[in-house]
């Protein structure tokens, strides 16, 4: 399986998108109100320096993916279990997306739809997929509806103009500070984008320089997406009413109308982010069942990703009846130790092996 550059680009950037347009905004804005897009500015700032060390990784070992690399790099044992971690990670990063989802359909669409019928539902969708055509069929439904995704996602942005007033985010810095302002970068920048699926993905890419190149564009416009859309979010609503939106970027959608002929397009919104969904869980289930496959030494990674599959419906179930693990995106291990641990800590031991290594090998 090998995928273009051009499909890489759409993988990163809807599934950066899918979180950053309700869950960091959200945190941001529950710290630093009407300043809470300078959070986003510094958080966005932050994940596009780890996502270029990570690249550096990948670039250092071009022709192994992450399990392979991992313990080439720091030995067998060590190797094997630091590469648990970002299993974990993954497996953490399906249940929560997929709880949040269900969720969302429940409250906008489906009031009265069992919530076990929406996840089994949206689970065999995404294993679907992966058994079927693997990295293949997913890169191609990301190429096929990330234009139109991206496109509908900021345009949407635009369509607000008649309800947008600038000084909705004024003082700037003067009622916040910097104090409130860095909480929440703090919580909130973990959030914007997950830059560790590349470690996985770049093995598969047919030309390692312009993929570097489309990740990193693809990081950008997530992250400049963030940045807009928390503005027109205050600019529309205001720090004390957009600190209460479940989905700040979805109301959005309820605000436009245009000579009452453009106007309801949150059925779009929906249908738009329902695909994202459904591009982002997939590529999540496909690095974590092809990890585990090499991890373990087990070939048949679609018989993985079967099982894996019940284990992520059970966590979900089990996530869902449990609301202190469903909504711990503010949990200080977490956002302190764990995030900063696998998105910088990791990245830079690897990176500065990998160029001692380097220096060693090349001729004096």
């Known amino acids: 399986m090998k995928i273009g550059s051009y499909p890489m680009f759409w993988m990163v950037s809807i599934s950066s998108i899918i979180v950053s347009s309700f869950l960091p905004i959200r945190l941001a804005m529950e710290e630093s109100r009407q300043d809470c897009w300078i959070s986003m500015l510094l958080g966005g700032m932050i994940m596009m320096a780890a996502t270029w060390i990570m690249l550096r990784v990948c670039m250092q070992n071009k022709d192994k993916t992450l399990v392979f690399f991992i313990k080439d790099l720091l030995g067998t044992l060590l190797g094997k279990t630091i590469v648990i971690v970002y299993f974990l990670l993954w497996l953490w990063q ?10 969302f359909q429940n409250l906008i669409l489906l009031h009265n739809t069992p919530t076990i019928v929406l996840i089994v539902c949206t689970l065999f969708l995404a294993v679907y997929a992966v058994y079927r055509g693997g990295l293949t069929a997913i890169s191609r439904c990301a190429e096929a509806i990330g234009p139109f995704f991206i496109i509908f996602c900021y345009s949407h942005l635009f369509l607000n103009f ?14 916040s500070g910097w104090i409130h302002i860095l909480k929440g970068t703090f919580y909130s920048y973990n959030y914007i984008v997950d830059p560790t699926i590349i470690l996985m993905l770049f093995f598969f890419a047919e030309n390692k320089r312009t993929a570097s190149r489309a990740i990193l564009w693809g990081t950008a416009v997530a992250m400049i997406w963030g940045i807009l859309s928390t503005l027109v979010v205050l600019f529309v609503t205001g720090p004390n009413l957009a600190s209460e939106l479940v989905h700040p970027t979805y109301y959005l959608t309820k605000f436009v109308t245009i000579l009452n002929f453009i106007q309801n397009i949150d059925s779009f919104y929906v249908t738009f982010w329902m695909f994202g969904n459904f591009i982002k869980l997939s590529v999540y289930l496909f690095i974590l069942s092809y990890g585990l496959s090499e991890w373990t030494g087990y070939k048949n990674w679609k018989l993985i990703a079967c099982f894996m599959t019940i284990v992520w419906l059970a966590i979900v179930i089990y996530s869902s009846h449990h609301i202190r693990i469903s909504h711990s995106f503010k949990n200080l291990y977490l956002i302190g130790y764990f995030y900063p641990f696998v998105y910088f800590g990791i990245p830079l031991l690897l990176w500065l092996i990998g160029s001692l290594r380097k220096a060693v090998k090349q001729p004096l």
Request: charged share 25%; aromatic share 8%; hydrophobic share 45%.
């Open 162 to 175: 008649k309800y947008i007033d600038m000084k909705r985010i004024l003082p700037i810095y003067a009622d």
């Open 94 to 103: 399906l249940s929560t997306l997929t709880t949040a989802m269900v969720e």
